[in-house]
Each structure stands twice: as C-alpha cells, then as structure tokens.
C-alpha cells in the first residue's frame, strides 16, 4: 500500500514527465522529517496526557567545544524542544578523563527521567580517551545512537524489534519508504561500511529482505557493482564519487554524503555536494535525495525518533512493573 | 605467500589436470582441521610447560538429552581431550528452568579456571527457556561460540581483534586461506543470513575486504548472483540446491550444508549431501569443500582454536594484572 507521501510523489513526477521519463523524483528529507517531528510531537502530547505530564528526557553529552558539534548539538537541542523532548546538554571540558567521562555516562544510564543519551562524537579531550569504550558505556536501551556493540549485534543478526537502530540509516529506510518502492526482493547495494552508515545500513536493508552488496574502497568494479542496484545506498565520504552513467535506470538513489567543494560563485567560496554526481544521477534514476535536503535532516528527525521509542518502551516497562 | 598446504593442493591439482582444467582441487576439511588441531597440541604444550601447569578449561552446558546434542558433545569432548583442553560436560535435566540455566552459565562465567562456556542448541527442557537470553548469558569472553550480540556486534563492525567469531564461518576462511586465493578486491557471496552461518560468514568476508552479496529465501535471481561469486559459502540448509551450471568458472566453493536424502544403494537408506550440487559445481569451480568431509570438521576444530585463544587472552591478562 502506498503512503499519501509516496502517492503525492508519484503523481508529481507523472506530472513533471508528461509520459516520458527524463528526470528522477526527489525524495525531500526536509518534506518527510518535518513529518515525521510532527508525528513524533503528537506521540509526546499524547503520551503527556496519558501519563500525567511524562515527557521523554534526551542527554547529549559532549567533551570539549569544537565548533562544529557545538553547531550540531543545537540542531538536536531544537528539534527536541519543538517536539516537547526534555533534552539536556551535558558539557564536560577539553581536560575531562576517561574516568570522568565514563562517570558521567553512568549517572545519566541511572536517571529514570533520561530516555535517551548520545555521547557527541568526536570526542575533544587533551586527555586520551577510548571512544570505542566510552560509546559502549551508554545504557544498551538508552542509546539513542544505536553505537553500542549489543545494539549493532542484535540489528546485525536480525533481532531489529529489540534494539536501537543508527539515525542516518534509519532515516535513508523511512526515506526509501516514502517512495512506495518495495525492498523485499529487490538487490540494494550500500557502497561504504561504516559503523554510523554503511554496516547498519546493509543490516536494514537485509532484515528488509533485500539481496544486499556491501562496496567499499577495495570493490575494483563500482561501476559494474552499481549498475546492479534497484537501490543504491551511498556513504563513502568522497564528493560526486558515483556517476550518473553507472546507476541503473529506475534506480532509488540516497545519497549520504556531505562534501563541501571549492565554489568560485558562491560567497562562501564552496559549496556542499553529495557522493553521487547528483546532476548526471537525476537523468537515470527514478528516486534520488538531494544535498542539503535530503539524508541530512533525516538524522535529527530520526534521533528524536529513538528518543520517543525508548520512552514509550520505558513507559510500557515501568506499567508492567505496577 | 602461498602456504605449504597450499602449495600442495596446487600441485596436486596441476597433476590431476594435465595442463586442462577438468576438476576442482578438493579442500579436505579433515586434513585442515588435523593440522589445526595438531598445532593447537602444540599450544597448548607450551602454555603448560611456560606457565606451570595451566590448561586451558571448556565447559559444555547442555539441558535434556537429545541424541544429536549427545553426539555434538562427544565429538567436542574428545577433540578437547586429544589437544590438552580440560573440558567438563554439565548436564541440566530436561525439567531444568530458565532460572537454574542462567544460574549454572553464572556459576561457570566466575570460574577462574573455565576460558570457553558454550551452550549446545537447541536447548531440550519442558520448560519455557528464552534461548536467547541464555546464549546472551555467557560473558562475551568465554564466548568461545560468538554468539552473544557483544561478540556479534563487534564482528559485524568490524572489531575483528577484539572478539570472539563463530565456529563455522570462522572454519570457512581457514579453508579460503587453505586455497591460497587471496579474498581482498574479490566478489564473495554468502547463500544464507542465520546468526551461526551466513550472518558472521558476511561479517568475515566483508573485513577481509571482499565486496559481498548476501543472497537468501527471498533473492529472485540466485543464478545470476552466484554466477558472479569469485568465493561462493552456501549456508541455505537446502540439499543440492546450488547446481553446478550456476557457479563462475574457477570459482572458490564452501559449502556449509549437511543434508540427509534418501540412498537406496546404502545400508542406511539415506546419504549425506551438502547445499551444492557436489558432481556438477565439481566440474566448474577451482577449488570446492565436500560434504561431509569439508566444512564439518573444522567447526569444531575451531571452537578449539576459540578456546585456546581466549585462555591466551587470559593468561595475558593475569600476567598484566601482577
């Protein structure tokens, strides 16, 4: 069954067509995660009101004061704010230990009004910290990263209604689902595996029941590899690195890159551009994401996403428990 | 570099071929897993002599008595004898509850002297038991069967050097390295996505740096995408079901299948066959497992290799804490 979102898409893209087929549809990760904070904010009023003035509670804990986490921890303070999401902003210094900030981690996994806590990566600390360590000592059912080992084995292995899933890929799934394409069956390729995009993005698409192949920078066939792909999923981190000429025709494309090139006609001297070629893909695929627009605000959206899951999970457990 | 061993098959099989390309070399998973165990003797001799005594310790937790769980165990029990492993057998009844299981894997986790816990499956109580709140019982390091999801979860991102990696797809790259075909830069794919086969298989591959396609029940062209597999690991459960047409000239073939048909011609009337068509894929692949004989063996030679690996890791540990 097709979403109302998925049948505007749709309908919008005969339109611009006129039968013959010339240009993707844009699949608007501004349009689907304003949905989804609007979703997501009628969910906390309601759970407001069932449960005499509950509201999820968020830490974002950071270490230092780099300049562009500071940038990105007010996007999510925001985006929780607008929501009703109680959301703290724990700051410890540059000079913070491991001890101290594996203290900290603890003090929040034990508040009972803290649904969600995600540790501000990098971390900026003149001090040598294990990061790997510090993730992992985020309470499994509060990490609203989806970092931890326990919560990327169970999504690795399939137990998804159990865990925490990453924000980004769990946003490019609900953006692939607003195009009203079905993943069972279809072959996805993921090019990247990283912990944050490419691995749980692969795991996603699998436990969708998608033949999925994972490429990377050691893959000596991208071109070959792509062209395969009903969908293409792209986190490698390297500017219009996919051409449009590999993508197979109809292909859904989401695009997870944010690379910023030198750009003489803007005023900032560069711009932002995606993995894909974006220009070139638009002419062959069928659903392509923009960049900006696309992927990126899927990330906060879905954040918050977890933070009410894990509430509402806390509140299931706490009723359960009367 | 090529090892001896395969340097070995490959002479053998220049031998059998006579210049022309008829057959592919067997991987004898028997002569693999002797020589594993043979140098894991040796190990274990050393770790005795080096630090007085010691041995490391295995314990198998079964509930119930099931005929094909007391065959697994004995099998397991007599390879830890022959290399030097002290293993203990310790039986719940089959009235046995989830309570007493967790308590007895907790009994075993602070056992000073027990290195390797493993669970046999499926667990046979009239009891209800959660299966996998038990396997998640055992601490992730005596996991010696990689099956909690801290263990998962590292290898499915790729913290290789920091875990524990199930028996059988871990037995599936000791025969790949065997070929002496190196696994970066190829295609590989997995037939099959279960926790103890095709999901860590995947894992194993993709960190060795082949571009992988995991393919199962609901991949609609299974021809085409084993046609393209430089290494093939079937995990499907399903007998014969690769057929020998499928596979790519020269290709690496492991199959992981054991599958019981019916044989007039034996005594028994059954024989045992594995997930690939043996006689046909024979005639294509350059290197194929048997069945039995191949994959079998070497998955309890590498719940050996896990134990004594994680004694080692012990030892290190308790010589770093003096």
Redesign the interface.
Same mark, same amino acid.
């Given at each position: 069954m097709l979403s109302l979102a998925a049948l505007s898409l749709r309908l919008g893209a005969a339109g611009c067509r006129g039968g013959r087929r010339s240009m993707a549809t844009v699949i608007s990760g501004n349009k689907t995660s304003k949905l989804v904070r609007e979703r997501l904010k009628k969910e906390v009023e309601k759970m407001k009101s069932q449960f005499s003035g509950f509201r999820p509670g968020l830490v974002v804990l950071q270490v230092g004061d780099r300049d562009d986490s500071n940038l990105y921890i007010s996007t999510k303070l925001k985006a929780a704010a607008e929501i009703g999401i109680s959301a703290n902003h724990v700051r410890l210094p540059n000079t913070a230990t491991e001890d101290e900030v594996l203290q900290s981690i603890a003090s929040v996994n034990q508040n009972p009004a803290v649904h969600g806590l995600i540790v501000q990566l990098p971390l900026d600390s003149v001090k040598p910290i294990d990061t790997?360590r510090v993730t992992n000592a985020v309470a499994p059912d509060k990490d609203v990263d989806g970092l931890?080992?326990?919560?990327?084995?169970?999504?690795? #292995?399939? $137990?998804l209604g159990d865990c925490l899933i990453p924000c980004t890929p769990n946003g490019c799934m609900e953006l692939i689902r607003q195009t009203g394409v079905s993943v069972?069956?279809k %072959?996805a390729v993921v090019i990247g #595996?990283s912990?944050i995009v490419g691995?749980p993005m692969h $795991?996603l698409l699998?436990w969708s %029941?998608? +033949?999925? +192949?994972?490429? %990377?920078s050691?893959?000596? $066939?991208l071109p070959a590899?792509v062209g395969r792909a009903d969908i293409l999923v792209v986190g490698a981190g390297k500017a219009e690195m996919v051409r449009g000429e590999w993508v197979k025709e109809g292909a859904v494309v989401i695009d997870c890159g944010i690379n910023h090139i030198p750009d003489e006609t803007k005023a900032s001297g560069k711009r932002v551009v995606g993995d894909v070629h974006y220009a070139s893909a638009n002419q062959r695929a069928g659903y392509i994401t923009p960049v900006p627009g696309g992927v990126g605000p899927m990330t906060v959206a879905m954040l918050m996403e977890n933070t009410v899951q894990s509430a509402w999970r806390f509140l299931q457990k706490s009723q359960a428990g009367r």
């Open positions: 790997e931890t080992c326990i919560n990327a084995g169970k999504l690795s #292995r399939g $137990d069972a069956g %072959h #595996r912990k691995a $795991d699998l %029941h998608a +033949t999925v +192949t994972t490429c %990377h050691k893959t000596p $066939d590899q």
